[in-house]
């Protein structure tokens, strides 16, 4: 993560990509998700990981900058982006 972020000279690129990024690793805490689905595998809801208020201030950021749209709709189809409306 740390190369990506230092090959961009956007800062407010910089920004939307650590917000995603964040959003990202919030998906990544496997012994977190491992122990809850053992105990209640019903009742884990990843799209409320990510607060909906910054899943849409990085697809509106996404838009306003100079980023090819294939590559932003390849983004919204990550796990946390699906289910939400845009």
Do not use: C
């Not at 012994?31 to 809801?45: G, H, K, T, W, Y």
Request: glycine share 4%.
């Amino acid at each position: 993560m740390v190369l990506l972020k230092s090959k961009v000279e956007n800062e407010e690129l910089l920004n939307v990509l650590d917000l995603y990024l964040n959003g990202l690793q919030a998906y990544l805490p496997l012994e977190a998700i491992q122990a809850q689905l053992q105990q209640n595998p019903q009742n884990i809801d990843q799209r409320n990981i990510m607060k909906e208020q910054d899943a849409t201030y990085i697809f509106d950021k996404l838009n306003t900058l100079d980023i090819d749209p294939g590559f932003i709709a390849s983004l919204l189809k990550s796990e946390m982006f699906k289910g939400r409306e845009f």
